[in-house]
């Protein structure tokens, strides 16, 4: 008698967690995830994922300089070589309504609050705040209701949501990506065990408790669940699901760790509130609960923030102990633009890590890079000008099939950033007319 077929929604429960499966041989074709009848909509799942950075970069050492498939990847992109042919850098590209347009100073706040929203913010410091609706949002709007969480909000900052942090801008601009409506910002959060708990735990404060004072992992609590699978799964399932379980188990090892740990020395200036205390593992702790949200199917909609708008975060970790901020206005100093080179630097290393994780796990016939559609860059370009025209703006992943990567694209300038974004809400079946400041679809993507 064979097995019946595992339900795609398939949800191990135990006291203090609920942990969603990957696709599984055992659910039947891959294409029965989407569960989607518009007729746009991919066989598969289709992801996003934006990952912001602030401050711009160092545009000298980011942009290739041959178009096509035979660039070279620059100096600031070679740690991305593993993912070439899933990677496409666009140039050209402009957040209009990040530009003063009549407002004065506050381009950081500006850069961030309409990177995915292309609206002007309204430039004030308290509760009237307006932006727009970001991309994200547009898209968990629409494919929202297919997963257990609509859509995931992740940084390595905290999102204040009050007070004037540039030049007149609420803070809300310069530390949220992410906007419900024109009036709602959507914090995003910060701690990695927090995020852990959103993806996979259960129950009220009292169980989680009383699975951290034992120490137990969550899967402890699945256990006898798990063992009840066992009947309906192939060996490769049985693998990609102890896989799946050791990713889990290793991040919350890691979280644990992290919290065990005791802060590094303080440097005379400020340091952003983190956890944990080092900034390479709390990038890589989230990207690696993002590709488990991704895999597991617990949300297709993500927005990654490396930090806040403006930051500035010194990164000892590489021997820069300067402020990011105080970097970006680097006045054309040479010294000054080789540290911010060596900023962007790591921060593309942390990007090809995410990369690599996501092409690492299998899906079907292809991976869930594949599958996705990850964008990272910035809202301004050159930080020392403060420009928002030719943005550094980086597209990877296959969206199912219907991007061509290993490109460079150059595009006129000033072709509006939102361009991208309607492109992108197309292939998740949620096209619109307009987003922002859009001009139409963006082309030569396919």
Not at 330 to 355: C, P, S, V, W
Request: with cysteine; hydrophobic share 35%.
């Amino acid at each position: 008698m064979t097995a019946p077929k595992l339900s795609r929604r398939t949800i191990l429960k135990g006291l203090g967690a609920s942990i969603a499966l990957p696709w599984l041989e055992s659910m039947g074709p891959l294409a029965a995830w989407a569960d989607d009848p518009a007729p746009q909509a991919n066989p598969v799942p289709n992801r996003m994922a934006f990952v912001y950075v602030p401050n711009g970069v160092n545009m000298t050492d980011w942009r290739p300089s041959a178009e096509g498939a035979d660039f070279t990847l620059s100096h600031t992109l070679e740690s991305l070589s593993e993912v070439r042919d899933s990677l496409s850098v666009l140039t050209g590209l402009t957040a209009d309504k990040a530009r003063p347009n009549g407002d004065g100073p506050g381009d950081h706040a500006r850069a961030m609050a309409a990177f995915l929203t292309g609206c002007q913010p309204r430039k004030t410091d308290g509760v009237d705040i307006r932006a727009g609706i970001s991309v994200d949002q547009a898209a968990a709007s629409r494919i929202g209701h297919l997963t257990r969480l609509a859509s995931l909000e992740i940084g390595c900052d905290p999102s204040a949501m009050a007070g004037n942090c540039d030049s007149g801008y609420s803070c809300a601009y310069s530390g949220t990506l992410s906007w419900r409506s024109a009036t709602q910002p959507i914090p995003k959060l910060n701690n990695p065990r927090l995020v852990f708990e959103r993806l996979f735990g259960s129950g009220g404060d009292a169980d989680r408790a009383r699975r951290d004072r034992n120490r137990q992992s969550v899967l402890d609590f699945i256990a006898e669940e798990t063992r009840g699978l066992e009947p309906n799964l192939s060996g490769t399932d049985r693998q990609r699901l102890d896989e799946y379980f050791s990713a889990i188990r290793d991040i919350e090892q890691r979280i644990q760790r992290a919290a065990q740990l005791p802060e590094p020395p303080r440097p005379d200036m400020a340091q952003p509130a983190g956890i944990p205390s080092n900034y390479r593992e709390h990038i890589r702790i989230l990207a690696d609960l993002l590709v488990l949200a991704f895999q597991a199917d617990i949300t297709r909609v993500s927005t990654f923030v490396f930090a806040n708008e403006g930051s500035n975060r010194p990164y000892s970790i590489i021997g820069v102990s300067e402020g990011h901020h105080d970097l970006s206005h680097h006045g054309n100093d040479a010294t000054k633009l080789a540290k911010i080179a060596r900023i962007n630097r790591f921060h593309m290393e942390q990007l090809a890590y995410f990369l690599g994780r996501l092409r690492a796990v299998r899906e079907g016939d292809g991976t869930l890079l594949d599958h996705s559609m990850v964008v990272y860059g910035s809202g301004n370009s050159d930080g020392n000008r403060h420009n928002h025209d030719d943005l550094p703006i980086l597209l990877a992943g296959k969206a199912c099939g219907t991007f061509r990567s290993g490109r460079h694209i150059r595009y006129a300038q000033n072709t509006p950033l939102n361009n991208l974004w309607l492109s992108m809400l197309d292939r998740i079946g949620s096209s619109v007319d307009a987003l922002g400041d859009s001009t139409g679809r963006l082309a030569n993507l396919a």
